[in-house]
């Protein structure tokens, strides 16, 4: 009986599941519209009542509807906050999860840092420009300046306006800034780490400004090359990477 009603569940969420999916895809379900009573919902679906409840409760926890007293239930915009933390538990054990994030995270900025070259208004160069500034002034300060590391390239993916890269950049969040931190540390072991750092995040940000999509890819990759030699360093227990300025 219980495995029955496992089943049953698990059935009942696939089915209401895929039923808003579609409607949301087609565009007849919009975020605030409220879904059918539950009672019409299971007979539509063919599920039991029961489970339509859980399945619309196990929604509810991912934030993609919401079940309101004497209102029912309401479809929500999804949060982002959630994506982020599945990627981060669904990450976490794996032994080259900072390799694998940097992968994704290169193919969205470097698009990001070419849409930024053509789309970014005052208010972006701004945000950069504040970033920058906050680099410089936390160079030695492994989780403050990892943090404004993380904010600099977040602020691209803004200035790229594009809500698609935003979302898988946002949802990436907690990884990335894990990541920034670690390349943080490696300041204390590489001197020349402080000027690649500064510098190197400048040349990205003057690329952006003078609109030149090409030059701000290119700087950005070589950027990405050099932090990884700098790793790559640390790891063996090296001398510092040649031409640590990037040029």
């Known amino acids: 009986m219980e495995i029955t009603r496992i089943a049953e569940g698990a059935k009942g969420f696939e089915k209401v599941f895929a039923f808003l999916r579609e409607r949301l895809l087609a565009g007849s379900l919009k975020p605030g519209d409220r879904l059918v009573p539950e009672r019409e919902l299971a007979l539509q679906l063919g599920v039991s009542r029961p489970a339509v409840r859980e ?82 002034e936390t160079i030695d300060d492994a989780d403050a300046g990892g943090m404004a590391d993380f904010e600099f390239h977040a602020a691209i993916v803004l200035a790229a306006h594009s809500e698609t890269l935003s979302v898988l950049h946002g949802s990436m ?59 790559r360093q640390a790891v063996l227990g090296l001398a510092e990477p040649r031409k640590a300025s990037g040029e």
């Open 173 to 231: 969040g907690a990884l990335l800034t894990r990541s920034h931190r670690s390349r943080r540390e490696l300041v204390q072991a590489f001197g020349t780490m402080k000027t690649y750092l500064i510098d190197d995040h400048r040349r990205i940000f003057d690329a952006i400004v003078a609109r030149d999509p090409e030059r701000a890819d290119t700087t950005l990759r070589r950027h990405f090359a050099i932090g990884d030699e700098y790793r």
């Open 55 to 136: 399945a619309l409760r196990a929604l509810t926890m991912l934030g993609i509807v919401e079940i309101l007293d004497r209102v029912g239930t309401v479809v929500r915009r999804p949060d982002v906050s959630v994506l982020g933390d599945f990627f981060t538990f669904a990450l976490a054990q794996q032994a080259d999860l900072i390799d694998d994030v940097m992968e994704a995270r290169i193919a969205i900025e470097c698009q990001a840092v070419r849409l930024a070259a053509t789309r970014a208004s005052i208010a972006d160069f701004e945000r950069m420009q504040r970033a920058l500034t906050t680099i410089a």
